[in-house]
């Protein structure tokens, strides 16, 4: 019996000489092909390697036993040339392979295209867009056309190009939409945060305008001697994350609604959040510095829950868990999902309030976010009714997202 050897074909598309030895022989002899390992393998089937196809096709073998004369009269009984059109049946098994990737890469660029443009014109038409973000957004938009030309060119000549060629085309714009959108969306970012630092500048130069006035205004209360520490105390009581890690000490007032007070890097990290899983793709750095933010204290990862439910829900119509599982990858669920509810476990101790139900909200959640398929319907609804028991313990108006 004589075999054929496994043969391979680098992931550049070269063809080794081993290749070169089979290729001839496909559709001659029983062939098989695998992708194994990232490249392309061409192999006779080793049962049939010895009837007498084998033997008239192999050289090796020809001159060796000799050729049937039954088979001599049937078939050509001069063996080929192992090298002579080698390449073409190389290039022959491989043009399927770049036609595939192509289309893939096409149909993967037009589909980013198309979620891109609806995203930007639909936040074009909004009425809280401003005229500068209009412009910038318009660029984008440009941009986008622009690519989106070529795109359709490549496809109307993928029938007059070779596959190779057509492949790397592909190629090239798909990476030049991820760019532009790149570009775009840190630009964006970089804007937003400069106007929440004059924001932030501005605020501070009001409040110390009227510092002179607070004590007078607030200083009802206390005693005369508390006077001067009295808009101290309440500002920290009024602001959620100020002091972020601060715990218990923000429970003084539960029940009339003051943790709605929602200060402004409560409001910032919500935004941030929703930049972050907004559009194509997710800035993951951005959503882990949050999470990694907010989930080390309780009374801050429900703050932000809360603030998310006033100012974002209503945007895609969803929680802030729920925004988060539809972004979020298997090993993000895996290692959040437990810490957020794990940080709602430890208010819930703090406000009386971790009864057998409550547990059994963080016990779903856990059990799913260990599980091998993670069930995002089940986690949401489970840390949305944690969120809404707190909530309702706090007096706050946003226990449910706008929907």
């Known amino acids: 019996m004589f075999n054929y050897p496994m043969s391979f074909m680098s992931s550049t598309g070269t063809a080794t000489n081993l290749s070169y030895a089979n290729f001839p022989y496909s559709g001659v002899l029983p062939t098989m092909y695998t992708n194994f390992g990232g490249d392309l393998q061409c192999t006779t089937i080793d ?8 033997v008239l096709f192999n050289p090796i073998a020809a001159q060796t036993y000799g050729i049937s004369s039954m088979y001599a009269n049937n078939y050509m009984t001069t063996p080929p040339d192992a090298s002579l059109g080698a390449a073409t ?8 392979l770049y036609n595939n990737m192509a289309n893939g890469q096409i149909k993967c660029s037009t589909s980013i295209l198309d979620c891109a443009k609806r995203n930007l014109t639909s936040k074009l038409n909004s009425e809280n867009t401003t005229e500068e973000e209009k412009q910038e957004i318009q660029k984008v938009l440009d941009q986008l056309k622009a690519l989106e030309e070529r795109l359709n060119a490549l496809k109307e ?5 070779d596959p190779e060629s057509a492949f790397k085309q592909a190629q090239e714009i798909g990476n030049e939409i991820n760019k532009t959108l790149i570009d775009a969306k840190n630009a964006a970012a970089e804007r937003e945060k400069a106007a929440a630092e004059a924001k932030k500048a501005e605020e501070e130069q009001n409040a110390q305008q009227n510092q002179g006035a607070e004590p007078t205004n607030q200083g009802s209360t206390p005693t005369n001697e508390n006077q001067e520490s009295t ?34 890097v409560v409001r910032n990290a ?6 972050a899983i907004d ?15 907010y989930t080390q204290d309780g009374r801050s990862m429900l703050g932000l829950m809360l603030c998310w439910n006033e100012d974002q829900s209503a945007k895609d119509k969803e929680s802030f868990i729920e925004a988060f599982m539809d972004d979020a990858s298997h090993g993000q669920k895996k290692e959040y999902c437990e810490k957020i509810a ?8 703090e406000l009386g309030v971790y009864d057998a139900e409550f547990r059994k909200y963080k016990d779903a959640v856990i059990a799913e976010a260990n ?3 993670i069930n995002n319907g089940t986690v949401s609804k489970n840390i949305d009714a944690m969120v809404e028991i707190l909530g309702k313990k706090y007096g706050s108006q946003f226990t449910k997202p706008s929907k």
């Open 47 to 54: 049962p049939y390697g010895g009837y007498n196809f084998g």
């Open 89 to 96: 049946l190389a290039n022959q098994i491989l043009s399927p």
């Open 157 to 161: 000549s993928t029938n007059t190009l």
């Open 231 to 264: 808009p101290t105390n309440q500002g920290a009581q009024g602001t959620d994350a100020t002091d972020q890690n601060s715990g218990s000490q923000a429970t003084d007032n539960i029940g009339d609604g003051s943790i709605d007070n929602f200060p402004l």
């Open 270 to 275: 919500a935004k941030t959040f929703y930049d």
């Open 279 to 293: 559009g194509c793709g997710t800035d993951n750095d951005k959503m882990k510095e949050v999470l990694d933010t």
């Open 342 to 349: 794990n940080a709602l476990c430890e208010q819930a101790r």
């Open 371 to 373: 599980s091998s398929w």
